[in-house]
């Protein structure tokens, strides 16, 4: 009696966990860490999923950018997938289909086209059935490297010089960091910064003391931006009794010179008396 006891058990122990392995489970989803902003043709994130063979007609599968709870793409078999809202109309191809997928799974993954800084931000993919639902997230960051990088210094005073770099047309917020010589700045910095048109304008200032500077000082700011392997930087050296002004880009990236308005000034500064 023990024995049957315990073989009923087991049956029924397996019974439970047949039962309790759903009919839907999202197994992985496939999105690009970090892409340059404008720099592909198109970008597939994709959800894969397994399905039980009695749940595959009622599947629904939908995909949500950042906190909208309304999803942006929704796809059931048997219809057409579609658009929902306005950011995503006309940047996706609702007729890419993944190769070697069933009727169930074909529309599962989103090909976004050309994307661009707005679409950078949190992904999610939901899969639902009348029993049974899973969803995953992930980021996926579309930069824009600086239009350029411009750092040069001016006097503050007779004893003092204000050291700025400038890196203009940035996403997301880049972090900036000036060294001169053998030294990086830890210390005490001003930063201002600008949104214009989803794009960063950012501006770190420094005062040096003059005494302090070895002749020939090479002045430089790089530039990181967050989540991403983009860094830059471009440099500037220090001249006792002048300014000069010179910029150098990393990464293969290659950045304008200042603006005319700024070279004067500090053509104009160069002139003084020191």
Known sequence: MGVQSAEICRLLCLSLITSSI????????RVPQMIESGSESHVILD?????????GTQVDVKWFFGNDPQPFFQWLPG?????????????????????????FRKHRAIKILKPTTELSGMY?????????????????????????????????????????????????????????GNRFDHGETTTM???????????VHKILVEADLQPETIFQCLLAIPGTSFSAKADS??????????????????FGTASTSILVALLILALLPT
């Not at 910064?193 to 501006?203: A, H, Y």
């Open 47 to 55: 959800c894969d999923y397994d399905l039980r063979d009695s749940e």
């Open 237 to 254: 050296m220090y001249l006792k009794g002048q300014v000069s002004y010179q910029v150098r880009a990393s990464s293969g990236h290659s």
């Open 193 to 203: 910064t600008l949104e214009r048109d989803g794009l960063f304008d950012v501006s």
């Open 124 to 180: 999610r993919c939901k899969v639902s059935s009348f029993v049974d639902e899973d969803f995953m997230q992930k980021p996926m960051i579309v930069y824009a490297p600086p239009r350029n990088i411009e750092i040069f210094y001016t006097r503050a005073d007779s004893r003092t010089l204000n050291l700025t770099c400038m890196a203009r047309g940035v996403f997301p917020k880049p972090d900036l960091e000036l060294s001169w």
């Open 79 to 103: 219809r057409p997938p579609q658009t929902i809202g306005d950011l995503f109309k006309d940047r996706l191809d609702l007729s890419y289909e993944v190769a070697d997928s069933d009727q």
């Open 22 to 29: 759903v009919g839907v489970e999202i197994k992985d989803m």
